[in-house]
């Protein structure tokens, strides 16, 4: 019988990925994902376009996200919430740029058209911005193509010789320090395109030329110094006109606008008798008045400390308004930003005599772009969100009934008067201080109407008034300070405010939605001997 020879194959299932399997295209998959954001910053700031992909997509979600979530955000992380989202959104374009890295790794065209996607994501993000242009396309279209193009390279540098069509990582030390350089190049362009792009956007913006040309026309004006008694000198109480650089900000805006004074215009129509357009030479020239004038913010918690005082420097809302005649009919204006965040204020507030202003200085200084540079509006008694118009660049006059503005879509209430409030600030909550004599101390404010007296308990006993300090008008808020004889013990600390019209703070507690938030500030305390 003839020996017949089997031709015997072993099948081999293929071995499951491992992390050491995955590390590699992970790591290709970030690197082309950083060298994508890189160029899109750097065309941004080569076209002087700000709608780089990270920030239109987090703009995008703010626009979307339910009202509740926003406040949940302020009342977590206060002025860093945007810094948060930025982070966040980092970190899941992150990992989804390491899970598309494996993926090309394994089937190339799914991965490319997986990273082509995100790129799309991102684009149609920047194409729902306000006032886009087919040039704010630029950046994320070519961050995209330069992603692309990196991501195929990459993954063509973990693939092992003699295994066609499969790309594994590098299993000799040479191939591994081929891929680590190829990956180093590719991080090192993102790092210095990105970092050049942010550059060249400041610079071609002109904002800091523009602050700066403004800053020394004001410097031949006197400065204004806080009237004398209105600071009470008390230590580690919050400061009476608040610095800039720590004056609280709370907006929608990611990217803020980068707007030149000289390319700015203020349109002004609707119901008005006559339409204009004010630059920002037409409207300095006009005539600076400076105001103190505290802002408040109607996400602010009891106690909370999203408000700050400055003296602000502007034209007079209502000399503009005078200048275009509004209809009887109207009852409204409705503001815009640059960036297309708009805000309904009643016609009457902008109308009544108070120091509603289009503001364009802040404590003697340029406003800082934060802020609203060039111009932003500055109205007492209201919360921001239906008055404090950053960046503004239009003005219709209207009426509330035809229009929607930004939050009372998300369920704000229409008009936002503020609500008289009052904080204890010295000592803090849980803090623990000697026995004796101690200075119980924090601000009250009720803008508009002024704060006539402020008192403070201990342990649900006699209310007992509070010094004040001065004030120069009833725009401000109003420092307070009560000697308390304390005792030895845990001690519980309250406090409530009385307007100049007598109204006297609310006790019931209510959130801040939908009209701001209600309520006397408490603070727990340990008296030792």
């Not at 299932?13 to 690197?31: Q, S």
């Not at 720590?246 to 215009?265: G, H, K, M």
Request: proline share 6%; charged share 20%.
């Amino acid at each position: 019988m003839a020996n017949v020879a089997h031709d015997r194959r072993v099948i081999e299932a293929p071995a499951p990925p491992t992390r050491r399997t995955l590390r590699w295209p992970a790591l290709a998959g970030l690197a082309a994902a950083a060298l994508g954001l890189g160029v899109a910053e750097l065309v941004a700031g080569l076209l002087g376009r700000t709608a780089t992909p990270v920030v239109a997509v987090g703009e995008a979600f703010i626009d979307r996200v339910p009202g509740w979530l926003k406040d949940l955000a302020v009342d977590w992380f206060g002025t860093a919430d945007k810094a948060v989202l930025l982070g966040g959104v980092l970190v899941v374009f992150a990992a989804l740029s390491a899970g598309i890295g494996v993926l090309t790794a394994r089937r190339r065209s799914a991965g490319l058209l997986a990273a082509a996607g995100l790129g799309l994501v991102a684009a149609l993000a920047v194409w729902t911005r306000p006032d886009t242009t087919v040039n704010d396309l630029w950046p994320t279209v070519l961050g995209s193509g330069a992603s692309l193009i990196a991501l195929d390279r990459l993954v063509d540098r973990t693939a092992e010789s003699g295994r066609p069509g499969r790309a594994e990582p590098p299993n000799d030390p040479n191939g591994r320090r081929a891929f680590l350089r190829a990956a180093g190049v590719v991080a090192g362009l993102a790092a210095v395109s990105g970092g050049i792009g942010r550059w060249l956007g400041s610079r071609r913006s002109g904002v800091e030329e523009s602050r700066d040309a403004l800053a020394l026309e004001l410097a031949d004006q006197p400065a204004v110094s806080p009237p004398a008694g209105a600071d009470l000198g008390v230590e580690e109480a919050q400061p009476w006109q608040t610095p800039n650089g720590v004056f609280y900000r709370i907006d929608t805006a990611l990217s803020v606008p980068l707007v030149r004074s000289e390319d700015w215009r203020l349109r002004l129509h609707g119901l008005v008798e006559r339409e204009m357009n004010l630059t920002f030479d037409e409207l300095v020239g006009l005539g600076l008045v400076e105001r103190w004038v505290t802002l408040a913010c109607v996400s602010n918690e009891v106690g909370g400390y999203l408000a700050g005082n400055a003296l602000w420097s502007g034209v007079p809302v209502a000399t503009v308004l005078e200048m275009v005649g509004p209809s009887p009919d109207a009852d409204a204006v409705r503001s815009t930003s640059a960036d297309g965040w708009t805000a309904g204020t009643p016609l009457d507030v902008l109308t009544d005599g108070r120091d509603a202003l289009f503001a364009v200085a802040m404590n003697g200084e340029p406003l800082p772009v934060e802020h609203g540079f060039p111009v932003r509006m500055v109205v007492p008694g209201l919360y921001g969100y239906v008055s404090a118009t950053k960046w503004v660049v239009d003005l219709e006059v209207s009426r509330f009934d035809d229009f929607d503005a930004y939050w009372t879509t998300r369920g704000w209430s229409e008009r936002g008067p503020i609500k008289t409030a009052s904080r204890i600030e010295v000592p803090r909550s849980g803090a623990t201080v000697n026995a004796g004599r101690t200075a119980v101390a924090g601000m009250a404010w009720a803008q508009h109407r002024g704060i006539q007296a402020v008192e403070v308990r201990v342990d649900d006993g006699p209310w007992q008034r509070a010094r004040l300090g001065n004030v120069p008008t009833a725009d401000t808020w109003r420092q307070w300070v009560w000697e308390w004889d304390a005792e030895p013990g845990d001690h519980r600390l309250q406090v409530r405010a009385t307007a100049s019209d007598g109204e006297l703070q609310i006790e019931d507690e209510a959130p801040p939605a939908p009209d701001g938030a209600t309520g006397w500030h408490r603070v727990s305390v340990e008296v030792q001997s």
